[in-house]
């Protein structure tokens, strides 16, 4: 019975852990990808250009939806900072921007 019941709550940590670790970052499944596709198809471009991109490349992910989009740019910073800190620190380079929010305006 004890053994039982360990494994049970082994399997609900795990299925909960899964489940948490699936929607903390909805903004950042969808950002970080941009992020790291740009940066591979655009290196070396004017930053002009590649704020541009990313303008385009996340309205086209969102939909153009005012909604979304608006909550992408206040917590995109946040989330790549934690998830894709690298590409992040690339595009802001790239962009001469200091901030994703800055960028995607």
Do not use: W
Not at 9 to 23: D, I, P, R, S
């Amino acid at each position: 019975m004890i053994r039982l019941l360990r494994l049970s709550t082994a399997v609900a940590v795990t299925l909960a852990a899964n489940a948490t670790a699936q929607t903390i970052d909805p903004v950042a499944a969808k950002l970080c990808p941009i992020l790291a596709r740009i940066l591979t198809d655009s290196s070396g471009a004017a930053p002009e250009f590649m704020q541009g991109l990313l303008v385009i490349n996340v309205a086209e992910a969102y939909g153009y939806d005012h909604d979304q989009l608006t909550t992408v740019q206040a917590t995109a910073d946040a989330v790549t900072t934690a998830t894709c800190p690298d590409d992040r620190d690339a595009i802001l380079k790239a962009t001469n921007q200091p901030t994703l929010a800055d960028a995607m305006r």
